[in-house]
Structure formats: C-alpha cells, structure tokens
C-alpha cells in the first residue's frame, strides 16, 4: 500500500502564499512523477502542476508564474509553492503520484486525502 499525506493549507489572503507539502510512503520501489491537482465544489479535478523523476514540469495556465512546483525524490515529496493567490485558486489540492511497486512491474497511481486552500478576498 502506498499513502500519500499532503499539508499546508489553511485560509490566506488574497495575494498571500502558501507551501503545500505532500509526503509519500509505503510500498515504493520509485515514483515515476508526482503532482498536485484541485478540485471546487461542483468542478472536476483538474491538473494545478505536475513534475517528472526528471524534473520536467507542467502548469495550468491559470497558475503559471505563480506556482512552482518541486520534489525530494530522496523523502518522496513533492511541494507546491503558491505565490499572488487568488479567491478563483480556493479549492481542495490533492497530491497524486505514479508509484513503481516493485522491478517487474508493480505499479499504482496513488492520491492523498487533499488539503483545502482557501483564499478569501
């Protein structure tokens, strides 16, 4: 089994910061690429950033410049650095990663339990 424990969200003023961090374990022989996602109530989950074992990063548009996302591929985490937030980024953010299991194939794709942001204006 493998757990994926995210924190630090909280309430943040518009324009404030927050660090999110996102901590995995278990049964883990690598991590392909983590990520973070958000989702509002009534809105699907969607993509906030994601980065690769390489250290190859994506970002929802909306995002770009204002987040950065970065990993310890020595602790298994991955963190998002949220900059200039806005009311439109409140939202429940979830760590996700794609985890190897084992050499020969073993393989899941794992979730946290989310963190909520929420950014008051």
């Known amino acids: 089994q493998v757990q994926l424990v995210e924190s630090g969200g909280g309430l943040v003023q518009a324009g404030g910061s927050l660090r999110l961090s996102c901590a995995a374990s278990?049964?883990?022989?690598?991590?392909?690429?983590m990520g973070w996602y958000r989702q509002a109530p009534g809105i699907q989950r969607d993509l906030v950033a994601r980065?690769?074992?390489?250290?190859?990063?994506n970002y929802e548009d909306s995002v770009k410049g204002r987040f950065t996302i970065s990993r310890d591929s020595t602790k298994n985490a991955v963190y998002l650095q949220m900059n200039s937030l806005k009311p439109e980024d409140t939202a429940v953010y979830y760590c996700?990663?794609?985890?190897?299991?084992?050499?020969?194939?073993?393989?899941?794709?794992?979730w946290g339990q989310g963190t909520l942001v929420t950014v008051s204006s």
């Open positions: 996700n990663a794609y985890v190897r299991t084992t050499y020969f194939g073993g393989a899941l794709d794992a």
């Open positions: 278990g049964s883990i022989f690598s991590i392909d690429s």
């Open positions: 980065i690769t074992s390489g250290g190859s990063t």
